[in-house]
């Protein structure tokens, strides 16, 4: 095959604004000519961005999906795109537009009307993570050899996903954001965002619409929540040691946080950062938020601690554009697949790794096995075909007699505990998905229909979504590494 280009899209509906880019993507096959085929994206170029969209809403808490639609209908046609052209994008919710009403119904429609492209849903570790590929965050990591915490702050939530020599080490959200306080140019504040109001009471504020407030007061406010953030990123104190803190986080704290060596701002609060710093109230409430001040009184407070403030190389598009460019792995060219089946979305995956002697033939395999299609059934829809991915690691030095093995073990197991599935989805690390495939494929006859694809590393809990084929050979996956707080929710959209 030929190096190939494909068109992406990212979209991003967020608590303030909405953005959408267009961008090509360049797969290249990376290994040598006697190897088995291997593709990766060897490029990336940003085609079309669209202007920055105040988000449309129909209500404080409905999202307006018409207004969204011709939105993302005029961009289009300003890219010269059509929904056909696209082989890969993803769209995301974000911020605290996600806890919109119709947060999920927007997702559908434009998963029906934008293509068939891959659609990735709302998930604030997501979010951050995307938001640290667009910023440059997991770059610089790899350059500096080092850990980089990228902080992406909107409207109504900060999303910190913090990278160790270009591996993300975790996502941790905050209810810290721009529009969170919203006030006009006299100091009257219109509203207060719901939540906030519990770090403003555990840090002894009173703040409610038709309050006036003074420009001290509001940087105040600024103050103390850039330092409760900053104070847990650079190791200073912890949710069980402090209470605004805790009120402040929005889900689960990071499980450890490695030393930053630096820091990085990118979102709303990114851009107004390169501005001019407001110094009386009129000033700061220039969108009638506290945006502004926030951004200035983060620089300031960043200055006090010994991790450097280096510049985002996006700001208000990095998470758009890592939704854009920086979602889509390739699994290929030794899929097996039916290609009527894709593309499928928001499949979660449980994983099972393989020893050498669980492929002994001592019934070892046989009970492990049993064990990961117990936890499927429990924790999915039994009748939701396919219910999940089983993702096979370890596999390496497979030999044939091994091979036939594995699939005969996978496939009375999986028949076992899921009698009316009709597709089986194996996710391979290692390039044995074709064999591995037919293998199954013999013993399922014409139900379950198998989709095995490789070259792609996922983690337990991960869900993944699957593209249509590339040139027959090749399919793009978006894996959503920690893209929700609470697994055991289930299937989610």
């Known amino acids: 095959m030929q190096n190939e280009w494909i068109t992406s899209v990212g979209l991003d509906i967020g608590t303030s604004t909405t953005k959408m880019v267009v961008s090509r993507l360049k797969l290249v096959r990376s290994s040598g000519a006697l190897s088995l085929p291997r593709f990766e994206i060897a490029e990336r170029e940003l085609l079309h961005a669209s202007p920055i969209y105040t988000t449309p809403l129909k209500s404080r808490d409905e999202i307006n999906a018409e207004r969204i639609w011709e939105i993302v209908a005029r961009e289009y046609e300003q890219a010269g795109i059509r929904p056909a052209d696209l082989k890969s994008g993803a769209v995301i919710i974000t911020g605290e537009t996600a806890n919109k009403t119709n ?20 998930g604030a570790d997501l979010e951050g993570l995307l938001a640290g590929k667009g910023a440059g965050a997991e770059r610089r990591s790899r350059q500096i050899r080092g850990a980089v915490a990228s902080i992406d702050i909107g409207g109504g939530t900060a ?15 905050f209810h810290v954001g721009g529009r969170l306080i919203q006030i006009d140019a006299t100091g009257t504040v219109l509203d207060v965002s719901l939540s906030i109001r519990p770090w403003l009471k555990a840090s002894g504020y009173d703040v409610e619409a038709g309050d006036t407030v003074t420009f001290t007061h509001l940087q105040e406010i600024c103050l103390g929540m850039c330092r409760s953030l900053m104070d847990y990123l650079s190791g200073l104190t912890t949710p069980a040691q402090d209470a605004p803190l805790r009120s402040l986080l929005n889900g689960d704290p990071l499980a450890v946080i490695p030393p930053i060596e630096e820091w990085m701002v990118s979102g709303g609060i990114g851009l107004l950062m390169e501005g001019k710093a407001p110094v009386r109230i009129s000033e700061t409430a220039i969108h009638q938020d506290i945006g502004p001040l926030l951004a200035h009184t983060w620089k300031m407070c960043s200055a006090q601690y010994p991790i450097r403030l280096v510049q985002a190389d996006q700001t208000v598009r990095a998470t758009v554009i890592g939704a854009g460019m920086q979602s889509t792995e390739i699994s290929g060219a030794t899929v097996h697949l039916d290609a009527s089946l894709l593309p499928i979305r928001n499949l979660p995956v449980l994983k099972l790794e393989l020893t050498p002697q669980m492929l002994e033939q001592t019934g070892l395999l046989a009970a492990s096995m049993d064990a990961v299609m117990r936890s499927g059934a429990s924790l999915f829809d039994q009748a939701q075909s396919p219910p999940f991915g089983l993702a096979l690691s370890g596999l390496n030095n497979l030999t044939y007699p091994s091979l036939q093995f594995l699939a005969e073990q996978l496939h009375v ?48 809990g991960d869900y993944i979504d699957l593209g249509e084929p590339i040139s027959g050979i090749m399919i793009p996956v978006v894996v959503k590494t920690l893209a929700f707080h609470n697994r055991a929710e289930g299937i989610s959209p």
Do not use: M, W
């Not at 999303?159 to 959200?173: D, E, M």
């Not at 009316?420 to 290692?430: A, D, F, G, K, Y």
């Open 159 to 173: 999303n910190a996903a913090i990278f160790l020599r270009g591996k993300l080490v975790g996502t941790v959200t």
């Open 413 to 460: 197991s999986f028949v076992n505990h899921f009698p009316s599935s009709t597709v089986l989805v194996v996710i391979c690390e290692t390039d044995i998905a074709k064999a591995l495939g037919q293998s199954l494929s013999r013993r399922c006859g014409q139900r379950p229909k198998v989709i095995c694809i490789d070259q792609i590393r996922v983690a337990y």
């Open 103 to 122: 947060a999920r119904q927007i997702l559908h429609l434009l998963a029906e009307r934008s293509g068939d492209f891959v659609v990735a849903t709302a």
